[in-house]
């Protein structure tokens, strides 16, 4: 594993996790360089929370899951350091993006936040376009000066107190192990959405239920050229879709469950 570069900022790097063997392994060991790895795992049943109780160099601790914002928000609550890296189980930090992180953090002035840009990998070949080209997230901030908010609960969203800036590095994400895997993850996204959207009071409706499926397969492998990843982009923008339908399916579920549980308790 590399070892971390001489630098004065101390760097806690946070992931969370559930049964990711197959990705977690090279995610952990590209942030070796990190003075802190902390992971919160859910409960895997994959060998993944063994796997990493193996590994001198990490710290995890298993905490039940709700949702993403939630789980996040604890496990940055457990980091010892200001600055921190937050990454997901199938990225990969690169050596170059290593390097900019740490020279990043050491500057005199830096940001409190930063944004990283994304490249996205079906198994082990790239996806150009399918609607990612522009995806950032923020990964790298001040835990001082930073909290994730809590009015999502999926494709959580971190409030910055101060400025944020862009690093120039792409993140690799290995989005698309095999295609059980990535519909799997689709399915829970969308069934989180619904969560969300039900707690924000919106309805269901059967019309949106169909055009928005549409509309973003028809914008990401149209407008944002999926067509151009070939199959790899069909069945990706397919998939995305497929997430999209499950939300409204699933609000629908939680709004008849409610209406039973009203009628229920009627005296």
Known sequence: MSQRSSSS???TTLIITYNEIGYIERCVEAVAFSDEIIVVDSYSTDGTYEF?????????????FENFTAQKSYALSLASNDWILFIDADEVVSPVLKDEIISTINEPNPHEAYWFYRKFMFQNKPLNFSGWQTDKNHRLFRKSKAKFTDRKIVHETLEVDGTSGILKEKLIHFCYKDYEDYKGKMLKYGRLKA?????KEKQF???LMVVKPLWKFINHYVI?????DGKRGLIICYLNALGVYERFKELKKLEKKNELTYYLVMP
Request: hydrophobic share 40%; aromatic share 18%; no cysteine.
């Open 224 to 228: 944002r050229f999926g067509f151009l």
């Open 52 to 64: 990493l109780k193996e590994q001198p160099n990490v710290k995890v601790v298993q905490h039940p």
């Open 9 to 11: 900022t101390k760097l």
């Open 205 to 207: 409706n059967y019309v």
């Open 195 to 199: 969560k969300e959207a039900f707690y």
